[in-house]
């Protein structure tokens, strides 16, 4: 009996101080092109675990980057790696970085259905960026005028882009900057003369996917490597993470629990 | 008993006095807070070469801070809307206060000033869906994207400004001069461009610049419909990059306190300085030219 009621008591200690670790609110704050993964992780997460709370906002990439090095936020998405000067500034303010990749991402080009064009290589799609391709023509298409459109020079996906196709070089001043992946899928299925570059959660049937080196971009062919423009999207925290961001983080990369959603939002998992 | 009238009375004055500086002083704070953070761009590219240096790369090692192509772009968009934006304004302002029966002006004005609050995101979202695909088309020319097109969003966007101001302006025209000028044996149409528009101008240009200042400044709409290529147009039809699109879809990515970052605040200082003009103006000439009182008997 008397034992019986000590465990009780032990119990409820337990709980009680188990609880305010696990029953938490989380900021989660950054890239706008990982904003989807962690939104549909976040919502299912609160299910699981109702007493959590998660605020999600999509500043982009820098600004999650900033917050972690303010410690203003748990969690920060970021579609591209830390830079050494960040790296830099979060050290002085004794904050450690610590990266996760929790899925890939290929960014495949798109044109209007109505284009013939279905393959190009690197090269290719390098001039038509730099503006030395001017029409559709000259690459196997119909006489058409090439419409460039692209992300803003300041986003993730147009860093990803410039560092593998444009291999550091200057998008051409004449091309269209949208200011996000779903403007650009839109713009280019309302333009026969447009070509794009979109995530591939972001193809739908009115946007044509070209391959690339003879290669498809799709979730196999980013994973084995094949796909050349494809890239690892992460999430920072400052420092090892703890408590309830540990938790979450887990659950993310966890291959029955988060993982498949990452495939949901339509992005290519881990596993 | 007086006393403490007095002490009411004073009270209510410092309540007023306190709301009124709060405004101001917040204001005051945002302008010091713009000059502090866009000025230090200032030691690593001069004045002339941010104002007049035409490549525009803010991300690229070593960055090119020239805004000019965003500068002539906000000036584009802002003159070929006003182009398109002021004779209907006005004439539409002519028609509701001078031609329309009373009735027609209850139904017509409200339906015009709520013109005024569709959300700019909808008017931007329709330039973009439905109206890009249909100047393309109609144009036969590379993109629906295009500083015509932001033009004409940003005209509707002006319109209910420029119209309900002048409407009020051409409206409160004492009716004196419109009755003396009949009197005199002039027509209607004769009474109305010699006589109440000239005597309503000062407020029909205020209407006007207020209306330009809004489009300079409006953001939603040529982020999302104006192409944002940071390019000098050549035509009509190029895509361009205006001033506010371009702070709007780097702010979130600049590097806080970074070269890039202190480049947009002295975008925004530019962009502020424009509207800023154009409000002076519009200020001086609603003083200037006052129509002040009307000579009768």
């Given at each position: 009996m008397k034992k019986s009621f000590v465990l009780l008591v032990a119990a409820l200690f337990s709980l009680i101080a188990a609880a305010p670790a696990l029953a938490g609110m989380l900021e989660i704050n950054g890239s706008t092109t990982v904003l989807p993964i962690t939104q549909v992780v976040a919502e299912q997460y609160m299910k699981d675990y109702p007493d959590t709370r998660i605020s999600l906002s999509g500043g982009g990439s820098g600004n999650g980057i900033k917050a972690i090095i303010d410690g203003t936020t748990n969690i920060a998405n970021s579609s591209r790696f830390i830079k050494q000067s960040e790296v830099d500034q979060a050290v002085a303010k004794g904050r450690y970085p610590v990266p996760f990749a929790v899925a890939y991402d290929a960014l495949t080009p798109v044109v209007h259905p109505?284009?013939?064009?279905s393959n190009l290589t690197l090269a290719q799609l390098k001039d038509i960026y730099l503006g030395k391709f001017k029409n559709w023509s000259e690459l196997g298409g119909d006489n058409r005028p090439i419409v460039v459109i692209s992300r803003d020079t300041s986003s993730g996906t147009y860093e990803s882009w410039s560092e593998i196709v444009l291999k550091g070089e200057r998008v051409f001043p004449g091309a269209q900057l949208l200011a996000s992946s779903g403007a650009v899928a839109t713009a280019v299925a309302a333009n026969k003369n447009a070509v794009g570059y979109v995530g591939i959660?972001?193809?739908?049937?009115a946007i044509k996917a070209i391959a690339v080196e003879g290669v498809v971009g799709s979730a196999e062919t980013a994973m084995n490597g094949t796909f050349p423009i494809a890239r690892a999207l992460f999430v920072f925290t400052a420092g090892w993470p703890k408590g309830e961001t540990m938790h979450f983080i887990n659950y993310l990369l966890h291959?029955?629990?988060?993982q498949p959603l990452v495939k949901q939002a339509g992005f290519v998992p881990l596993y | 008993m007086a006393a403490k009238r007095d002490i009411k009375e004073k009270g209510i004055q410092w309540l007023f006095v306190c709301v009124g500086m709060a405004s101001l002083t917040l204001l005051t704070m945002i302008m010091i807070f713009l000059f502090m953070e866009g000025l230090p761009i200032f030691s690593h590219v001069s004045v002339g070469d941010f104002i007049f240096?035409?490549?525009?790369?803010?991300?690229?090692?070593?960055p090119d801070f020239g805004i000019f192509p965003l500068i002539v772009a906000s000036i584009a968009v802002t003159t070929v809307s006003s182009f398109i934006a002021i004779p209907l304004g006005v004439m539409t302002a002519i028609y509701l206060a001078e031609i329309a029966s009373s009735r027609m002006r209850e139904i017509v004005k409200p339906i015009v000033e709520l013109l005024a609050a569709i959300p700019s995101v909808v008017i931007g979202f329709f330039g973009m869906v439905v109206i890009a695909p249909f100047i393309q088309e109609l144009f036969?020319?590379?993109?629906?994207?295009?500083l015509f097109n932001a033009s004409l969003m940003l005209a509707f966007m002006s319109v209910p400004t420029i119209c309900s101001l002048s409407e009020d302006a051409i409206f409160s025209v004492p009716v004196e001069l419109k009755e003396a000028s009949l009197a005199l044996g002039a027509t209607h149409w004769e009474t109305i461009h010699r006589v109440t528009l000239p005597a309503a101008l000062s407020g029909i240009s205020t209407s006007v610049i207020l209306g330009m200042s809004r489009a300079m400044g409006e953001t939603m709409v040529v982020l999302m419909?104006?192409?944002?290529?940071a390019m000098m147009p050549g035509s009509l039809f190029d895509p361009v990059r205006p001033m506010p699109a371009s702070i709007a879809a780097e702010m979130a990515e600049a590097p806080f306190r970074g070269d890039h970052y202190y480049a947009l605040f002295a975008t925004g200082i530019v962009l502020f300085l424009f509207t800023l003009a154009f409000n002076i103006v519009a200020d001086q000439i609603s003083h200037r030219y006052k129509q002040v009182g009307a000579a009768t008997l």
């Open positions: 109505s284009n013939p064009v959660g972001y193809l739908n049937p291959p029955e629990k988060g | 240096g035409k490549l525009w790369y803010p991300t690229y090692d070593p036969n020319i590379p993109t629906g994207l295009n419909v104006a192409g944002g290529a």
